[in-house]
């Protein structure tokens, strides 16, 4: 069955729903965490280094694939050279992986958006009530579903209706929000402390865990590696400066991570110290509540509720992106209809689902094998086995896979060709061309290294 292919309707839509795919609780739920993690100013330093020379080079690989093809993510490897259609097939692997944890992850902002609703009883203690939550057994996976089923109904509207306009509303009040609540956050009493930890380089935080969290982190955040570029660029014109588009991207999506970090880092060393930065991914959901709560007035509780219904939203937006590439591979690939492909999937992501969600707490842990060539078979908790084998080990080989067919195999001057269509200047195609046949495929094969052949656990 062949059905029309969507088409995005403006340039502005298309970096809007792009930028909404990339902005996501990536930036918010991860983001933030692994600052902590790895040590404030050295982190913040080589993460911009790294989306500017090895993100974006992938970024721009990617769209100008699917605008050649006008493919999904497997169609075009295979219409390009049959042999790399494997690249392909990685990617939609990892999504299917990242969005069983994703939809989750969205329901626990569903939660959230519902406590605020009804009144904001933490008890004061905004720590324990999320740690009872997430670990409870039926409660998150019902909202999970709540995430999914939204997800679901969205993509079934189709791209450019969908997508678009969820974007177009979002990213700006989400923004805008972001900003008013960093100022909040860094006018604290004591916040100092958290600005000069995230804002001093030190050079003993320079270590290779921290450049390979920072390579990681910035694929997932900018959604690369997995051919959701490849999707986006294939709905694109050859009207549309795919040079300017990824350069705005890439800004945005990296601004939106730094003013999360600025609204939640600060509050954490002000609330639980700096013994709090190794909460990690619950960062959003224990800081923020208490930074709302310390609002005059009842205006904390407005302004709990409305981030929790934009962060839905940014959560909403990319995970409707990994939908859109897995069921755009599905059906056009198996000649299905849209419809008959969102419910072949549906039944294997809630099973995913619920084992990362029931993996939260740590007496009912499901496990699942892991093997490394330093620590050799182990057996992990199936949350991290997912959140493991995605970030660290498929999104990097994704990528890799991509650069090498872009500059050795489909050639960088073919990809540059493809740019340049329609009068588009390419001023830095020979940096690019450098960038994407040798630094980047060097700098992936080094992380890849140290997490699969060191065991480096990535925190
Ligand atoms: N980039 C998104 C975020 O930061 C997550 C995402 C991952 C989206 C993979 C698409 C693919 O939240």
């Not at 860094?186 to 930890?197: D, P, Q, R």
């Not at 892991?370 to 994704?398: C, H, R, S, Y």
Request: aromatic share 14%.
């Amino acid at each position: 069955m062949k059905e029309n292919r969507g088409k995005w309707n403006s340039k502005l839509g298309f970096i809007l729903a792009t930028a909404g795919s990339a902005v996501g609780l990536g930036n918010i739920w991860k983001f933030p965490g692994k600052v902590g993690a790895n040590g404030g100013g050295a982190f913040l330093l080589t993460y911009v280094i790294v989306v500017a020379l090895i993100g974006f080079s992938v970024m721009i690989g990617e769209l100008t694939i699917g605008r050649a093809t006008h493919k999904n993510a497997v169609g075009a490897f295979k219409q390009l050279n049959k042999k790399w259609t494997f690249a392909g097939i990685i990617g939609i692997v990892a999504l299917f992986i990242i969005l069983a944890y994703y939809a989750v992850v969205g329901g626990w902002v569903l939660k959230y958006i519902f406590v605020y609703l009804t009144g904001a009883n933490f008890n004061g203690d905004y720590g324990s009530y999320f740690v009872n939550f997430i670990s409870s057994p039926i409660e998150p996976i019902l909202w999970d579903l709540v995430f999914l089923g939204l997800c679901i109904f969205v993509i079934s509207k189709g791209v450019t209706s969908g997508i678009e306009k969820v974007s177009k509303v979002l990213m700006p009040g989400l923004f805008i929000l972001l900003v008013a609540i960093a100022i909040r956050s860094v006018t604290f009493a004591g916040a100092s402390e958290g600005l000069k930890f995230m804002f001093t380089f030190r050079w003993s935080d320079f270590t290779v865990d921290m450049v390979v969290a920072a390579m990681g982190q910035a694929f997932f955040s900018l959604s690369v590696g997995m051919g959701i570029l490849i999707t986006y660029g294939s709905y694109l014109d050859e009207k549309t400066n795919l040079i300017s588009s990824a350069k705005w991207i890439c800004i945005l999506d990296t601004l939106v991570a730094f003013l999360a970090a600025l609204a939640i880092i600060p509050s954490v060393f002000v609330t639980v110290g700096k013994d709090g930065l190794g909460m990690g991914g619950g960062f959003a959901f224990m800081a923020l509540p208490h930074v709302f709560a310390s609002l005059p007035g009842g205006i904390g509780n407005i302004f709990g509720l409305v981030f929790f219904v934009l962060l839905f939203l940014a959560a909403l937006t990319s995970a409707m992106s990994i939908l859109e590439s897995l069921v755009a591979c599905v059906s056009e690939e198996f000649n299905i209809s849209r419809h008959k492909s969102m419910s072949m999937m549906f039944i294997p992501l809630t099973i995913l689902s619920m084992g990362y969600s029931l993996s939260q707490d740590p007496s009912r842990n499901i496990n699942l094998p892991w093997f490394d060539f330093t620590n050799g078979f182990q057996m992990l908790a199936m949350n991290a086995v997912m959140e493991k084998l995605t970030d660290n080990v498929l999104i990097p080989l994704g990528a890799l896979a991509f650069c090498i067919f872009i500059g050795w195999v489909w050639k960088s001057e073919n990809a540059i060709k493809e740019i340049e269509q329609e009068g588009t200047v390419f001023k830095f195609k020979n940096v690019w061309a450098f960038l994407i046949r040798y630094v980047v495929p060097v700098a992936i094969i080094v992380i890849l290294y140290f997490t699969v052949i060191k065991g480096v656990v990535l925190s």
